[in-house]
């Protein structure tokens, strides 16, 4: 090539969750092995069976020519006014406001690439990796964060948001993940208001990734963006990869508070229309689908009997973990994964299914691997069990996270006890 082709900040990028499943990929063909993979939250490929009634809508819905058209570019007008009866606020949002994407995953990277160069949106420290790359490559430099607490059921730390806003005036908006990936704690109205008054305070925008607004265990409540922002400008994300669930749709959309409160806030969202328009329209038939499968008879007993589901394998985990005393689990009060941190992790190596294995990942622990990853290679080697390591969301807590999703009773228990020997055999 004439020229170079990498950008300068080429090593930003990064998606761990599907980055570990190369590796994995590469382990089960080197050790003859089958991987139980406990990494990616995709309901659909960890084996829950898509219900006939969600085909048989589908069917119907791909039978009409106009699902084979393009749609509005905010989005498909039946979808919008859908959700913005049941899961937004007519008091602060309008049918306009109400954008889809092809995925969450466009959305986020749309916000953020849309924003000035030069300001940040503050994240959480454990965070969804999209988020935290997509802020990276728009400042290029690393993101910026505010931890959430493990020792406070992984609450956000109200004190360093502040100080990060009030000492940082290039940091325009607040991001909170509620319910939350990875950490699976659903957040108090409290902690979410003070969030706000902060915002308010500093004159910045809310973004909150509600996508698993519907995923919250027995009795847990969930507080809703819109029910508490109030008149300050924000962002509320949802989609339906996770609670129909159907990731492989790629549909996910926007709802926009209060666009007109500010004129600033209102002409960057602007540009987020104006950048979907140069696409023409996200696919068309998810968003036709979509209000049908939400409004079905079947939907709300289907979803409660999932939820029901993980909250039992949390509780599982949970009593698994709490026997290891070099762990720490905080259980999930919602969402489909949870995260054991691994307290003063040590450097060791477990005994591999052969030497290829055993070859491979000397090679990959040379470089510059942090300890958790070390960890999670190791345990994916020995035990055949795949997570993301914790470091990988952004955190500098070593630990990991896995997901609630797997069908079987007795695999999960067997996972659980897999991770447990890796741990007590590394310590
Ligand atoms: C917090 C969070 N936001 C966004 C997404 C992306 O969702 P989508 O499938 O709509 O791109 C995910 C997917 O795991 C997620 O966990």
Redesign the pocket.
Known sequence: MRKNLLRADSALLSYPIREVVLIGKQLEQLGNFSMIWENI?DPVSAGEAVPDWMKAITQEKISDDKSFAYTDSRGFIEAREFVLQHFSSEKICTIDDILFFN???EA?NKILNNLPREVRVLMPSPT?P?HATAEAMHAGCDFISYALDPENNWEPDLEEIENKVKYNDSVVAILV?NPN?PTGSVYRRETLEKIIDIAKQYNCFLIF?E??HHMTFDGVEMTYLHEIIGDMPGLS?K?I?KDIPW?GS?C?WVEIYNAEKDENFRDYVKMILLAKMLEVCSTTLPQVILPHLYSHPEYKSYLASRIRKYERRADEAMAFFAKIPQVRMNKPKGVFYCVVELLDLPRAKLDAKNKAVRLFLDKLEAGSVSDDFQFVYELMGSKGVCVVPLTGFGSHINGFRMTLLQQDDAIFTETLEKIGEAIVECY
Do not use: F, H, K
């Open positions: 939250g995925g969450l995953g986020i969804y999209s993940i990936n990734d996508i698993y994300l989609g990869s990731p790629r996910g």
